[in-house]
C-alpha cells in the first residue's frame, strides 16, 4: 500500500516562504509523476507544480517564479519551495504521486498566508 504524508504548512507573512515536503512509503516499482495540487476555500482543487518522469517540472501560472519542485529520489520526497507568498496562496496542499498506474493523495497540510 503506499502512503504520503505532507509536512511542512503553517501560517506565513505575506512575502514569507515555506517549504512542503510528501514522503512517499509502500511498495513502488516506480514513480510516472509527483505532484502538488492546492484547494482553497469554496474553489476546484488545482495542479501547482509536477515533475514527470525524472525531471520535467511544470508550474501554475500563478506560481512560476516563486515556487519550486523537487525531488528526492534516495528518500523518497517531494519537495515544494514557496517563496513570496501572498494571501491568494491560501489553501490545503495535497501531495499526489502517480505509479504503477494509480494515482495517491496525502492528506494535506494546511499553508495560510496573513498578517
Known amino acids: 500500500q503506499v502512503q504520503l504524508v505532507e509536512s511542512g504548512g503553517g501560517l506565513v507573512q505575506p512575502g514569507g516562504s515555506l517549504r512542503l515536503s510528501c514522503v512517499v512509503s509502500?511498495?513502488?516499482?516506480?514513480?510516472?509523476?509527483m505532484e502538488w495540487y492546492r484547494q482553497a476555500p469554496g474553489k476546484q482543487r488545482e495542479m501547482v507544480a509536477n515533475?514527470?518522469?525524472?525531471?520535467?517540472?511544470n508550474y501554475a501560472d500563478s506560481v512560476k517564479g516563486r515556487f519550486t519542485i523537487s525531488r528526492d529520489n534516495a528518500k523518497r520526497t517531494v519537495y515544494l519551495q514557496m517563496n513570496s507568498l501572498n494571501p491568494e496562496d491560501t489553501a490545503v496542499y495535497y501531495c499526489?504521486?502517480?505509479?504503477?498506474?494509480?494515482?495517491?493523495w496525502g492528506q494535506g497540510t494546511q499553508v495560510t498566508v496573513s498578517s
Open positions: 499526489r504521486v502517480v505509479t504503477g498506474g494509480y494515482a495517491y
Open positions: 509502500g511498495s513502488i516499482f516506480s514513480i510516472a509523476a
Open positions: 515533475i514527470i518522469g525524472g525531471d520535467s517540472t
